[in-house]
């Protein structure tokens, strides 16, 4: 660049630099610092690298006891912004070389939790120092991760500091970043050294319901991102894998005394636990589905079966899946008695009993917990979920020990639920305590919700798909159909509806088209188990009155939905479209005004070939003169040869204004000129051949040539060729043509009586060109007359 060499005006830095008693204060007033310092000026870097400059540069970032002013958030500021410039040797000096600098502004962490009350306090000022302090520490870990990895590490006490301040956002999104060091080589290490230090439990500790809500928020927040880190379903997404902080969170003790938060009776915030801990368990199942890795299917439709980098250790959720069963009863009475829920709520449509955040969790728990019972690693048997190893200490035993008799080898089907498979064991605390019987009463007790209609409508759709062959499903869909009466209340739901919509500005209720799709997965459960589902529920549902509601309200409801959503397009003879009738008319007219134009013009020039291509009418062009351009030139020369006088051919100024001349397109875009040939001009003509008759077919009244005032010049040579693919192009078309003495035969079929003294000779004698190039000047001295 060019400044490099000297040839820029010197910046106001530079000349504050070639000072030797400047201070930082004077270099931080520039405007122009940042810039300077971006552009790396090695005077800037210079200042900025002593020791002494680099010390208070590291203060002013923190600092909260500056005079009021400009220069009590400019300096802080501006201070970060010169470390986030990531200029490498003021780094290294930082972290590598002066490692008491990098004490020093550690102690940030020290400083005491200001109350959100205490009016001597400036939260705003101290949440913005935190994220000045986050900020630089971030781009330490970026430039020299493993020294400042180790820096961390080497006091146990450095995380407690950390967890002091996690109120605040940014010091969260710097314990975030610790974490995610764990991706890098140099970072190996940092979560188990913050899994030691006791992070998980702080966080869990934080969820306490007689704490503050804005705990409850900070501690699921970060419990959730770390989850998301952690993720073991999308290979795609990155993520530190499998660590201490999930099997901890996931372990039962930890499941447990979160469960214990949740239901907590006496505590004041427990429905903010309840709402922050639902959130936490939900993504902890949604992020480590173990389907993703053990089934097939999966496997081939998204390629991981070819993924060499496929996480081989599954995560189980079996402890969590146990904890969560055994208080499936604890959450089922919330839903019929909540605690958030005191009494109605006036609305727009007067006063409703609203369904309450707590229980729309709730629910959502339930079709959480349903996903993570189908997982294949939940619901295997103790046979398969042995390892080989463990088969072939058996299989050892075995051949010690002396063969039992057949009746004693007979194994029995589990009867307690200690012998289930977890998945199996949820499903059945669901189907003891009528979880899902409750949920559809939700349904259908609050039509405007919708939130709950998708969430109910997703258990209904797992249970209804599920294998029927299996005990537990099946009795997950009879306790739907029985407990619930599913059916008898979509009937009676779809009577009240028509009760809505025939009353005055009546609507549709809110559940209507959630009704629609759960109807759909009773019709395709009933199609697909005659024997095993509906056998069993013919005497404890209507199913007269189901087929009568099939086939009458639900029809209509699918053929109504089946229609276009503004209806039917109106017939072409209806008045309705007239108006749109006519302006296609206009559209038609509009467009043909242009070819209508083309033909009249087309019948001015005298026309054109029949076999001319029309696709560029709109265009005005004739790009079709392959078979035309010869002829063209032809028809001209035949035109100038009959009986052109001089006096005609230039006429004064007067007549040239006044005559109108027809543009001839085909003319003037002419892809193949003339041959390369000698041809006879006007200059080259005498004045017997002015007295020759026409040419067969050929209009014998003289016509003036106005295309080339100066075509008397023109010659073989002259004629405006380009390259040779022009002459080639029209070489063919000479080739078409049978000259003789006694006629000429053009490429079309046309005769003409051509004499020798139409073309002119090739070689002419010295007398004969002498004699030429006089007659030549006299006549171009008479021409040039002529256009004077």
């Known amino acids: 660049m060019f400044w490099r060499f000297g040839f820029h005006n010197p910046s106001a830095v530079d000349t504050l630099l070639e000072r030797e008693d400047v201070t930082l204060e004077e270099i931080l007033e520039e405007e122009e610092l940042l810039q300077e310092a971006k552009s790396h000026n090695q005077k800037l870097i210079n200042f900025l690298c002593q020791p002494a400059i680099c010390e208070k540069l590291l203060y002013y970032i923190t600092a909260n006891d500056l005079e009021d ?94 967890l002091n301040h996690l109120h605040n956002s940014a010091i969260m999104d710097l314990l975030l970043t610790l974490v995610r060091m764990e991706e890098l080589p140099e970072g190996k290490g940092i979560v188990q050294w913050l899994s030691d230090g006791g992070l998980l439990s702080n966080l869990v500790d934080r969820l306490d319901p007689n704490l503050d809500t ?71 199942i949604r992020h480590n589905n173990s389907d993703m890795e053990n089934d097939p299917m999966l496997n081939s439709a998204y390629g991981y079966a070819n993924n060499s980098m496929m996480r081989q250790t599954p995560v189980s959720l079996a402890e969590l899946l146990k904890v969560l069963a055994d208080h499936v009863v604890d959450f089922n009475n919330l839903l019929t008695h909540p605690r958030s829920v005191t009494g109605p ?95 559809i009463d939700l349904f259908f007790s609050f039509p405007w919700n919708n939130f709950l209609h998708y969430v109910t409508y997703d258990m209904l759709h797992q249970v209804f798909n599920g294998p029927m062959d299996k005990e537990y499903n099946r009795l997950l869909a009879l306790s ?97 479209m007239h108006d749109d009738d006519d302006e296609e008319d206009e559209l038609e007219a509009a467009s043909a005004n242009p070819y209508s134009r083309y033909l009249a013009q087309r019948d001015m020039d005298g026309g054109l070939d029949d076999d001319e291509d029309d696709a560029h009418w709109i265009t005005g062009r004739n790009d079709n003169i392959f078979s035309n351009s010869f002829n063209n030139a032809l028809d001209d020369e035949r035109h100038n040869v009959n009986g052109m006088d001089d006096e005609a051919e230039y006429d004064s100024d007067e007549e040239q204004m006044d005559r109108t001349i027809a543009q001839d397109w085909s003319r003037s875009f002419t ?21 020759e008759e026409p040419i067969d077919g050929q209009d014998a009244s003289p016509v003036k040539d106005e295309e080339d005032p100066f075509g008397d010049f023109a010659s073989s040579d002259t004629h405006g060729f380009q390259d040779d693919d022009e002459a080639w192009g029209m070489s063919n078309s ?48 008479d021409e040039q007359e002529g256009e004077i």
Not at 268 to 274: D, H, I, Q, Y
Not at 376 to 387: G, K, P, Q, V, Y
């Open 214 to 284: 804005e705990e409850h928020s900070i501690a699921q927040q970060c419990i959730c991102e770390i989850i998301r880190m952690s993720q073991t379903s999308l290979l795609e997404q990155p993520s530190i894998g499998i660590n201490d902080l999930i099997t901890n969170l996931k372990s039962e003790p930890i499941v447990r005394k979160l469960a214990g938060f949740m239901l907590d009776a006496k505590a004041p915030n427990a429905t903010s636990t309840l709402i922050n801990g639902v959130a936490i368990i939900i993504d902890l």
């Open 345 to 439: 709520t006036k609305t727009s449509i007067g006063e409703q009993m609203p369904l309450g955040f707590e229980r729309l969790k709730i629910c959502e728990l339930f079709a959480e917990l349903l996903h993570c019972s189908n997982m294949s690693n939940l619901n295997a048997s103790d046979d398969e979920s042995r390892t080989p190893e463990d088969k072939m200490d058996e299989n050892d035993e075995a051949t010690q020990t002396p063969a039992a008799k057949p009746d004693e080898t007979k194994t029995e089907p589990p009867t307690s639920p200690a012998e289930l498979p977890m998945g199996d064991y949820l499903k059945l605390q669901l189907v003891e305590n009528k979880v899902l019987p409750t949920c």
């Open 734 to 781: 000479i080739e078409q043509l049978n000259l003789s003495k006694d006629g000429a035969t053009d490429a079309f079929g046309a005769t003409s009586d051509f004499t020798d003294q139409h073309f002119v000779p090739a070689i002419r004698t010295k007398e004969e060109d002498n004699k030429y190039n006089k007659e030549f000047l006299t006549h171009h001295e």
């Open 480 to 576: 739907i159909l029985k407990d619930g009466q599913l059916t008898t209340k979509m009937v009676q739901a779809q009577k009240d509806n028509d009760t809505e919509w025939s009353k005055p500005k009546g609507m549709r209720l809110g559940y209507m088209g959630h009704l629609t799709f759960i109807a759909d997965e009773v019709i395709k459960l009933f199609e697909g188990y005659p024997e095993a589902i509906v056998q069993d529920i013919r005497e404890n549902v209507d199913l007269d009155l189901w087929q009568q509601y099939c086939e009458t309200e639900l029809r209509e409801t699918k053929e109504r939905d089946c229609l276009p959503l503004g209806g039917d397009r109106p017939a072409d003879g209806d008045a309705v």
């Open 671 to 691: 892809e193949f000129p003339p041959a390369n040939v000698l041809r006879r001009t006007q200059s080259h003509i005498e004045d017997g051949y002015d007295e």
């Open 69 to 162: 002013g400009q220069k009590k958030f400019k300096f802080p500021f501006l201070s970060s912004e010169l470390i986030a410039c990531e200029i490498p040797q003021l780094v290294e000096l930082i972290v590598l070389e002066q490692r008491d600098l990098l004490d020093t502004f550690w102690l940030f962490l020290d400083r005491p939790v200001p109350a959100k009350d205490d009016p001597s306090v400036d939260y705003g000022l101290e949440t913005l120092l935190s994220s000045y302090f986050a900020k630089t520490i971030t781009v330490f870990l970026t430039k020299q991760p493993a020294e400042m990895v180790e820096f961390i590490e080497s006091k146990p006490e450095n995380l407690t500091k950390i």
